[in-house]
């Protein structure tokens, strides 16, 4: 665990969200700068406008120096490696001034400092890159450190979900096939087939992802197992056309909520219950409705850590992008899934 974080401590200066945040706090600099009370050889629009494209070079040449630096960085100890990143920028500042100094004045611009002062202007601008870099530097480790932390709470929970999703597969179905095993032995047969390839789906689900037609493919299969379990008392209303089968999705991500509408809703019923599954299509959006009945004197569903779990791994795959939505009613209970749609041409 040591090791993974001592190479994870330093944010990637290349990615957009770090290189938005350092131009962010560029240009508060230059704003600072342009309104600085001694600014009075130019209207404080055109201070700005050069202070902002001298600044904003300058960030923009840090991050591409503690971007390529990064590796070597991340060998070093997390002290070191800070110290060494800080001495980088405020480097790297010094010279880029004293380059823009010598520009300026072999061009007669007198945009910089006045001329015999460019020591002045290259060690003032490095003085004020070495407040910035330090609390920068510190505010992205704070930052990539939490966001760590959050994604190892993430996969935390998402292999809780396929330990308790495993022993769902084998103890339920094992029951169904043993009883069908003298009396209809080629439909055991089949369900032992249906049965491996939804172990074979649920031990490779941990790290890969799958696509939708093969996640309705798996339901599909359970639901035949059921079936056989059931009989009559299963009945089913799929409405799945509109949804596109190549969309990618995290395994068995569907698969929890059918098996939680059967165990926790349809065999409950002395005369069972019809289960439906629709799916919809919308520009940017995928929606998937699972409903099916429920006793009427049914308290809060006993399926809650299970939702919630579903809801950790659609969270931890899509962000804000999807959801899951729960409606518990009087005789029926509706789960619905938004996932994103990148297909969507």
Avoid at 25 to 34: D, G, R, S, T
Avoid at 189 to 205: H, I, K, N, T, Y
Avoid at 233 to 254: F, G, V, Y
Avoid at 274 to 290: A, H, K, W, Y
Wanted: charged content about 20%; glycine content about 6%; hydrophobic content about 50%.
């Amino acid at each position: 665990m040591a090791e993974s974080e001592k190479h994870r401590w330093l944010p990637q200066f290349c990615s957009l969200p770090t290189l938005f945040a350092l131009m962010v706090v560029a240009e508060i600099v230059a704003l600072v700068i342009a309104m600085a009370p001694d600014r009075v050889a130019r209207s404080w629009i055109s201070e700005l406008a050069i202070a902002s494209v001298f600044v904003q070079w300058l960030a923009l040449l840090n991050a591409v120096v503690l971007c390529s630096s990064r590796e070597t960085l991340e060998r070093l100890s997390i002290r070191l490696g800070f110290f060494v990143a800080w001495a980088l920028a405020v480097v790297t500042t010094a010279l880029g001034s004293a380059v823009v100094y010598s520009m300026d004045h072999a061009l007669g611009f007198g945009l910089t400092s006045p001329p015999g002062s460019g020591w002045r202007f290259s060690l003032g601008n490095a003085a004020i890159c070495a407040l910035i870099a330090a609390a920068l530097l510190r505010y992205l480790y704070i930052r990539e450190l939490w966001q760590e932390r959050i994604r190892a709470a993430a996969k935390a929970q998402v292999d809780a979900l396929q330990a308790r999703i495993r022993p769902h597969f084998l103890f339920n179905s094992m029951n169904t096939i043993a009883s069908l095993i003298r009396k209809r032995p080629q439909d055991a047969e089949r369900a032992v087939e249906d049965l491996s390839d939804l172990f074979r789906a649920a031990l490779g689900a941990r790290e890969t992802l799958a696509t939708l037609g093969e996640e309705l493919d798996l339901i599909g299969q359970y639901l035949r197992i059921e079936g056989l379990r059931l009989g009559d008392r299963l009945r089913l209303q799929l409405e799945l056309d509109e949804l596109p089968r190549d969309l990618p999705m995290p395994a068995l991500l569907l698969q929890p909520l059918v098996e939680n509408a059967v165990y926790h809703g349809i065999q409950r019923l002395p005369e069972g219950g019809t289960l439906s599954i629709r799916g919809t299509r919308s520009p940017g959006r995928v929606e998937i409705v699972v409903n099916n009945p429920v006793p009427d004197d049914a308290a809060l569903p006993r399926n809650a850590h299970a939702l919630s779990n579903v809801r950790a791994r659609i969270e931890y795959h899509f962000g804000e992008k999807g959801a899951l939505l729960v409606q518990p009613e009087r005789g029926e209970f509706t789960v619905t899934v938004r996932l994103p749609d990148a297909t969507t041409r």
